[in-house]
């Protein structure tokens, strides 16, 4: 007899061999006798696939037959990485795979080499997504992730003499194993058109008749979740012609006019925009929100009507969370359905939509708030925009109400913004529309309440609230540092801090102890190997192991101040190439790490990438420096790179001016691994403190209620001469192109330096020498170490996850046992 469990597939090693080999013939299409390392990753990546997709099913026959509420997670970008060990890791089945490739002449860690990233997102916020749909699975929540499947993810950047280029990321050209196609599961978004009145039933009705269709088709992405069976889906969709479109080019003979439309309407799910922060005024990136809104309201609103029958009971089956403004034209779809498909009535249908929208803003500045021009949303949502001015009116006339004809602040809670373009304030629709408004960090709140959106806070002070942003452990100590998780869970004795991350701090018990001072070294020197051959094969520069390796990674920007690390590096040469010989004995070796992208149109952020290049070059090229001092830039930063980078540092930097940074998540990651922080006190930062204490990490400058009267100060500002001294040497074309790199120090001089470069650079200096100090005191340098990773339980996305489920969601976890 067939017992429930012999269904399942096996994972002992005969049975994992006899599948890889399965695939590498009937899927891969190659000989089991001769197959390459690419082809054996992909055999083994449909092997896992099979896997994932067999807990993906029986989650998805649980969640259906609890039918709880669930959470459905918007957003425009989600930067996945890589799937391979990530998958296996959170099955349980590492070993056993490795075991089996092992006898069949591979090796796990080359194959798992050969994937590519998926980089469907630009930054923080979307590897933010990606981390909380880990933490979702893993905490059995019943949750659904939508987006977008961009044909392009973010773009590659090639760095030639030392200019950034862009090149498109053709990720899918050697197909996709982690996503599994429904050609089933389609939704017709429209575009364009008209509105028009109807009657039924004595009751008049808005109809819509669009001008253009577009088939939205689904990607499912299995995520499972670590020590569950529990396997949730990221789904993501790609647009397609609609058969009604086709067909009648096709009557009307216009064939090649039919293949134009099947391209335009693919454009869609093109390409990812890069983030610049500003405004897009693009009709195509409106066309991407709508498109992928629209498409998953549809699919939410299929998925409860199977059970349900009245909408009344929509918000207790049905939270949506607004990952950022991107997604919110969600909250005018769903009205828009309620009223003109569901006939609810206006009423019922905006009881509902204030029940179920929850919204996280990633911003901390005014002008990278999203706006759309109202006569784009009036050409291409025509009834949205409708239901919007609908929204607004009647929230203008509530408002009255509350706090009388105070003209500039109802004129600034609009919606829409008068003025020679009319735009449709996004945030505000979200503010509005949502039932919690959440920030990223408690500073992020602060500012938040007291500056974005205080009109807000001041009438609705009960929906805002703030959930620290957290980054995954399993991700990112187990899979990129698995040396470090084997001593962590040796020291604790158990593995169940990979799911419960408050168990870390159990090693700050050991703190000194001399066998874990040793091992806890041996782990970096591991890491710092790693990452020492990978910059030689990347750039030809052979890196001293002993020197300390400092990184700054994330997107290039002028708040984020890469700018500052680069002055400061110009510094630390020129006084070397100052000192005398047995001056220089006394310096602390460094490896300085820079990478990041630059959006391609922004010039300032570029040029801070040559700059970094052609410092490098001087500084790597002298003969007097040697191993005191290196510059490298490393090209194509992204989740894969993140995973070698990160536990190979010493020390990591997170120069924002105090009041940019919303969170900040590197920050978390480095800590995790054991990385000490030189940081401003900005965004999650401050939280930081409080867990690891002052003492153990480096902090420096303005303090955020500082920097206003810094600026203020304008050129009476004392700027240490040691910075001006350093501005002059790039002017002077110390480091060559002296023309290109002017307008980059005219933004930092004077009244200019709105980013306080030069206000902040001596309490700089000072933290870079405090950490060259204690980098010399080994002891000292590894008990820091070990304390930062004790303290950094705080900064797991399970915890931000479960914030949300208890106190903005209302879910209840959903565990299927199966
Ligand atoms: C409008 C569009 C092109 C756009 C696309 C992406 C605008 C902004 C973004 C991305 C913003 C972003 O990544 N923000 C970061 O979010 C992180 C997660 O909350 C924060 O840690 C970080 O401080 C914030 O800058």
């Not at 335009?264 to 195509?284: F, N, T, V």
């Not at 901390?364 to 050409?379: F, N, Q, R």
């Not at 025509?382 to 408002?399: A, K, S, V």
């Amino acid at each position: 007899m067939f017992g429930l469990m012999d269904v399942f597939l096996k994972n002992d090693p005969i049975t994992l061999q006899k599948d890889i080999l399965d695939h590498v013939e009937f899927t891969v299409a190659k000989s089991r006798f001769n197959f390459d390392d690419f082809e054996a990753y992909q055999a083994l990546a449909h092997c896992v696939r099979d896997r994932l997709i067999e807990r993906w099913h029986d989650t998805q026959i649980h969640f259906s037959k609890k039918d709880p509420k669930r959470l459905y997670f918007l957003s425009l970008e989600f930067l996945m990485g890589r799937s391979l060990s990530n998958s296996v890791i959170n099955l349980g089945i590492r070993d056993q795979f490795a075991d089996a490739l092992s006898q069949l002449g591979f090796e796990f860690e080359v194959l798992a080499e050969q994937e590519g990233d998926a980089c469907l997102g630009n930054g923080g916020l979307a590897r933010l997504s990606a981390c909380q749909m880990d933490s979702l699975a893993t905490l059995d929540y019943p949750a659904i992730g939508y987006g977008l499947r961009y044909q392009y993810g973010l773009f590659r950047q090639v760095i030639l003499d030392g200019f950034q280029h862009e090149q498109p990321d053709y990720w899918l050209n050697f197909g996709n194993p982690w996503e599994i196609e429904r050609v089933h599961i389609t939704y017709t978004v429209k575009f364009y058109g008209t509105v028009t009145d109807e009657v039924l039933n004595g009751e008049k009705y808005k109809v819509w008749v669009p001008g253009e269709m577009v088939e939205a088709v689904a990607y499912d992405n299995p995520i499972p979740g670590y020590g569950t069976r529990n396997t949730i889906d990221l789904r993501l969709w790609a647009a397609k012609p609609s058969d009604q479109h086709d067909m009648e080019a096709y009557n009307t003979g216009d064939y090649v006019d039919a293949v134009v439309n099947r391209q335009r309407a693919e454009s869609i799910s093109s390409l990812l925009y890069p983030d610049d922060r500003s405004y897009q005024g693009k009709e195509l990136r409106l066309k991407q929100q709508y498109f992928f809104v629209s498409a998953s309201v549809q699919d939410i609103i299929r998925r409860f009507k199977d059970k349900h029958k009245n909408f009344d009971e929509f918000p207790e089956k049905v939270a949506l969370q607004l990952n950022d403004t991107h997604p919110s034209l969600a909250i005018a779809e769903v009205m828009r359905v309620l009223l003109d498909e569901e006939h609810l009535g206006r009423k019922r249908a905006w009881d509902i939509v204030c029940k179920i929208f929850s919204f996280t803003t990633h911003t901390v500045s005014t002008d990278a708030l999203e706006k759309i021009p109202v006569d784009l949303m009036g050409s291409l949502l025509p009834r949205h925009l409708q239901i919007i001015y609908d929204i607004n009116f009647n929230f203008m006339e509530e408002l009255k109400k509350m706090i009388g004809l105070d003209y500039d602040r109802l004129a600034r809670m609009s919606i829409v913004e008068e003025g020679a373009v009319k735009n449709i304030r996004m945030a505000n629709m979200s503010i509005i529309c949502s039932h919690t408004v959440n920030g990223v960090s408690r500073l992020h709140s602060e500012l938040l309440k007291t500056k974005l959106f205080k009109d807000f806070y001041e009438l609705w002070p009960h929906k805002f609230h703030y959930k620290t942003n957290g980054v995954t452990q399993r991700r990112w100590i187990v899979v990129s540092n698995p040396s470090l998780c084997a001593l962590i869970s040796k020291w604790l004795g158990t593995e169940a801090w990979i799911r419960d991350i408050d168990l870390l701090i159990g090693l700050r018990a050991h703190v000194t102890n001399a066998k874990l001072h040793q091992e806890w070294k041996m782990v970096k020197k591991v890491n710092k190997v790693r990452l020492a051959e990978y910059i030689e094969t990347m750039s030809g520069l052979k890196v001293s192991l002993d020197a300390m390796f400092d990184v700054q990674t994330k997107r290039m920007h002028e708040y984020k101040r890469q700018l500052l690390n680069i002055l400061g590096i110009i510094h630390r040469y020129d006084c070397i190439k100052n000192m005398n010989k047995n001056d220089r004995k006394k310096v602390v070796p460094r490896v300085c790490i820079i990478g990041g992208k630059a959006a391609p149109g922004y010039e300032m952020a570029k040029k801070i990438i040559k700059l970094c290049h052609v410092v490098g070059e001087k500084i790597n090229k002298d003969n007097d420096i040697g191993d005191l001092l290196k510059l490298v830039f490393i090209p194509d930063y992204n989740v894969s790179v993140a995973e070698l980078v990160i536990p190979g540092a010493d020390l990591s930097q997170h120069l924002s001016t105090a009041g940019h940074e919303a969170s900040g998540t590197s920050s978390m990651k480095y800590l995790m691994n054991g990385c000490l922080l030189l940081a401003t006190e900005d965004g999650s930062t401050i939280e930081m403190i409080e867990e690891i204490g002052k003492e153990n990490m480096f902090l420096f400058g303005a303090k955020v209620d500082e920097t206003a009267a810094l600026r203020e100060k304008g050129p009476a500002l004392k700027v240490p001469l040691q910075f001006l001294r350093v501005v002059r040497m790039i002017r002077d074309g110390h480091f060559g192109l002296k023309d290109y790199f002017q307008s980059l120090c005219d933004k930092i001089e004077g009244e200019n330096d709105y980013f306080l470069l030069g206000a902040d650079f001596a309490s700089y200096l000072e933290a870079q020498a405090a950490a060259d100090k204690a980098f010399v005191d080994e002891e000292r340098w590894t008990k820091m170490s070990i304390l930062s990773a004790a303290g950094s339980g705080r900064f797991s996305s399970d915890r931000t996850i479960q914030e949300y489920a208890e106190k903005t969601w209302r879910i209840q976890p959903c565990r299927c046992n199966s």
